[in-house]
C-alpha cells in the first residue's frame, strides 16, 4: 500500500467553505498520488476555532468548545471524501466533549474507511500542557482497527513515547503517530518513539505533524515537525529503519510504499525477533540489583 503523511499548516479559515476547500485539496492531491492512506497530525482541527473568530480562537477554554461544535461536519466531510477517491483518512485530531467520559473534551482522532465506515481512537496519556493548562483528560482505550488495508493502531504523538501502550497495539501491522509538537526536541521525542515502537512490534509506523505559526492559537502557536514513515532495520526494510522522511517545516505530504507481506516476513523470520521474544523481559525486569564496585 501507499500511504501519505502529512505536514500540515492550520490556517486561519474565512469561512466553512475554506476549509472545506482545503481539506478537498490535501486529499485530492494524495489520492491523486496514489495513496491508500491518509494520516493527518495532532490538533490540525484547531484551525476550525478561527470559524468562531479570533478572540474564541486564542482563548484555550473557548476554543476547545469552537472545534468539537464542528466536528460532526468535520466528519461528514471526511467520510465523503474517503468515500468518494476510495482512501483511509486518519482526520487531524481535535478536543471533542463526549458524555460518556465525563465533562471535559478528550483528544480524538478518527479514522475513515472507503466504505463510509469510522473508528475513533483517544489520546491515553495527557502532556502537562494538556493535564494542567487545557485540562483536556484521556479518552476510551487503545483499540486495533481491522480494515481492508490490514490492522492499525493509533498512538497520539505523546502516547508514542511509552512502550506498554505500543505493545497494546502488538497486533497492528500499521501504527499511525499523529503528532504536534513546539519545539524540535519535542518533535524529535515522538520521532524516536515511533521508531522504537516500529522497532518493538515489527510494524510501519506512520508520524504526521503540524508545521508553522498560528498566532491565533494558544495551544498550537508554534510547531515544528514534519512527515515520516518507519520500519524495523531489518530483512526487507532500509537498514536505517526510514522508509521516507520529509522535510523538517516543509508542509507537504511525505509518501512511503509499506508492503504487509515485509511485515508478516520479518515478524516471522527476521534477523531479531522483537516482537516474539517480548515475553523474556518479564522475568528479568525487576529492578536492578545495586552492585557496589568501588
Known amino acids: 500500500m501507499k500511504v501519505a503523511t502529512a505536514a500540515y499548516p492550520v490556517d486561519f479559515l474565512a469561512d466553512w467553505n475554506a476549509y472545506a476547500e482545503k481539506l478537498t ?4 492531491e494524495a489520492a491523486g498520488q496514489g495513496a491508500d492512506l491518509l494520516v493527518f497530525p495532532e490538533y490540525g482541527a484547531m484551525e476550525l476555532a478561527t470559524l468562531a473568530g479570533e478572540t474564541a480562537a486564542f482563548d484555550l477554554e473557548r476554543s ?11 466528519d461528514a466531510l471526511h467520510a465523503e471524501l474517503a468515500t468518494r477517491h476510495g482512501v483511509h483518512i486518519l482526520a487531524a485530531s481535535a478536543p471533542v466533549f463526549d458524555d460518556t467520559l465525563g465533562p471535559r473534551p478528550v483528544n480524538r482522532a478518527r479514522l475513515f474507511t472507503p466504505t463510509g465506515a469510522m473508528g475513533v481512537q483517544d489520546k491515553q496519556i495527557m502532556t502537562r500542557f494538556e493535564r494542567d493548562e487545557w485540562r483536556v483528560v484521556p479518552g476510551g482505550p487503545l483499540q ?7 490492522r ?5 504523538c505523546y502516547d508514542s513515547e511509552f512502550p506498554l501502550l505500543g505493545r497494546a497495539l502488538a497486533e497492528a501491522e500499521i501504527l499511525l503517530v499523529p503528532s504536534v509538537t513546539e519545539a524540535l526536541a519535542g518533535h524529535s521525542r ?6 522504537a515502537r516500529a522497532l518493538e512490534n515489527q510494524c510501519a509506523a506512520v508520524m504526521s505533524s503540524v508545521v508553522g505559526a498560528a498566532p491565533w492559537s494558544q495551544s498550537i502557536d508554534e510547531s515544528v515537525g514534519r512527515g515520516a514513515v518507519f520500519g524495523p532495520p531489518d530483512t ?4 536505517t529503519g526510514i522508509l521516507a522522511d520529509g522535510a523538517l517545516n516543509t508542509a507537504g505530504w511525505t509518501y512511503a510504499t509499506v508492503d504487509p507481506a515485509a511485515i508478516a516476513h520479518v515478524r516471522a523470520d527476521g534477523v531479531v525477533l522483537n516482537r516474539q521474544h517480548w515475553d523474556e523481559q518479564l522475568g528479568r525486569a525487576d529492578p536492578a540489583v545495586p552492585v557496589r564496585l568501588r
Open 236 to 239: 526487507g526494510f532500509p537498514a
Open 25 to 28: 485539496a490535501w486529499v485530492s
Open 152 to 156: 492499525i493502531g493509533i498512538l497520539i
Open 190 to 195: 515522538v520521532r524516536i518513539g515511533a521508531a
Open 64 to 74: 476547545i468548545h469552537a472545534v468539537s461544535l464542528r466536528i460532526a461536519e468535520a
Open 144 to 150: 486495533v482497527f481491522d480494515t481492508a488495508l490490514g
